[in-house]
């Protein structure tokens, strides 16, 4: 069965400095792997996803990851924090070829920003 | 905006009794998704409806229920409610069934369980 890892359930960062959270999957075919964003009281909005292709993904709000077959991660980088990126962070993967298309999501990420 | 409209966003309701939550996908979406985000389970797949038909069943309790009309709106029904049903529930919708498509998550109706 497919699952996903996130092994840092709290990130303290400072404003402006990088970031990288961490995402690993169990999934024996080709993984479809996502990030999602979830801010205090709102949904969840798709940060990226990564299908096939370039094993670099660009998202929204400057974050990117690199999906990594031989370590079977998908971290989600970006360079410089903001505040407003505070929030919990969920790495996620899909199932393929049987029509189901349920999510299985990570236990998440919480991030706080310090000024 | 993601497109999918939840209601209503908060309830509270004692224990024992019955609600229902509703969704309206994106319009054009066929495929409906239910999620349940709580504290100590993070967030579970409940069941995906795709036109109409259930397509997948995840962690749903035999008290709940759900369904897709027509119209592709959908509601999930709780009964019989526990303190432990406390929680967030998300519908999500995309386009189709196919692994490829972006699935969009409305924000949410929180439920609370007295």
């Known amino acids: 069965a497919q699952s996903v890892t996130q092994p840092d359930i709290h990130i303290t960062v400072s404003e402006g400095a990088s970031l990288e959270l961490r995402c690993n999957y169990s999934y024996g075919a080709t993984p479809y792997l996502f990030w999602y964003v979830q801010s205090p009281g709102q949904g969840l909005q798709l940060l990226l996803k990564y299908f096939s292709g370039d094993t670099l993904v660009q998202g929204i709000k400057g974050f990117e990851a690199e999906f990594k077959r031989s370590q079977s991660s998908f971290n989600l980088r970006k360079p410089s924090v903001h505040w407003s990126d505070a929030a919990e962070y969920f790495c996620a993967v899909v199932s393929e070829g049987t029509g189901r298309r349920a999510l299985t999501f990570g236990s998440g990420t919480r991030l706080q920003v310090q000024p | 905006d993601s497109g999918v409209t939840q209601t209503p966003k908060h309830l509270i309701t004692a224990t024992g009794q019955r609600v229902t939550l509703r969704c309206s996908p994106r319009?054009?979406?066929?495929?409906v998704y239910w999620y349940q985000q709580s504290l100590d389970q993070g967030l579970q797949f409940l069941i995906q409806y795709y036109n109409g038909e259930e397509r997948a069943k995840g962690n749903i309790l035999e008290r709940f229920s759900a369904q897709q009309f027509p119209d592709l709106h959908s509601e999930l029904n709780l009964s019989s409610l526990e303190l432990g049903d406390s929680a967030l529930y998300f519908c999500?919708?995309?386009?189709?069934?196919?692994?490829?498509?972006?699935?969009?998550f409305g924000e949410g109706s929180w439920l609370t369980v007295v």
């Open positions: 319009s054009g979406d066929l495929s």
């Open positions: 999500a919708s995309s386009g189709t069934t196919g692994a490829g498509n972006t699935i969009y």
